[in-house]
């Protein structure tokens, strides 16, 4: 079975940088597009960033576009989220997920991710 497993999270000051790194297992010959979601308290879960299977595509979320980059390195089935110039407002937990249905937009809903991680904390304040 497909496993995927989040980490770099912690503790950050504003207009510091993090990066996020996510490991999948079990990955197969066609590989997934993989997505970050990212959910604070009392909001609702929101796409941050999707790379398609070969990295051709990306997408990012308005109030993360410029800010953040994503990039997959196949060899090592890894996904990273770099995350720079971090705001308050990005603290929540950060999720990755992995998807057979290999397209990357905004109209791209959690539900079209098939395996997800456990989440990392990602905490920005002085």
């Known amino acids: 079975q497909v496993q995927v497993a989040e980490s770099g999270g912690g503790l950050v000051q504003p207009g510091g940088s993090m990066r996020l790194s996510c490991k999948v297992s079990e990955a197969t010959r066609d590989g997934y597009a993989m997505g970050w979601f990212r959910q604070a308290p009392g909001k609702e879960r929101e796409g941050v960033s999707c790379i398609s299977r070969t990295g051709d595509s990306t997408y990012y979320a308005d109030s993360v576009k410029g800010r953040f980059t994503i990039s997959r390195d196949g060899a090592e089935n890894t996904v990273n989220l770099q995350m720079n110039s971090l705001k308050p407002e990005d603290t929540a937990m950060y999720y990755c997920?992995?998807?057979?249905?290999?397209?990357?937009?905004?109209?791209?809903?959690?539900?079209?991710?098939?395996?997800w991680g456990q989440g990392t904390q990602v905490t920005v304040s002085s």
């Open positions: 997920a992995a998807s057979l249905y290999d397209y990357c937009s905004g109209n791209k809903k959690f539900y079209e991710y098939h395996y």
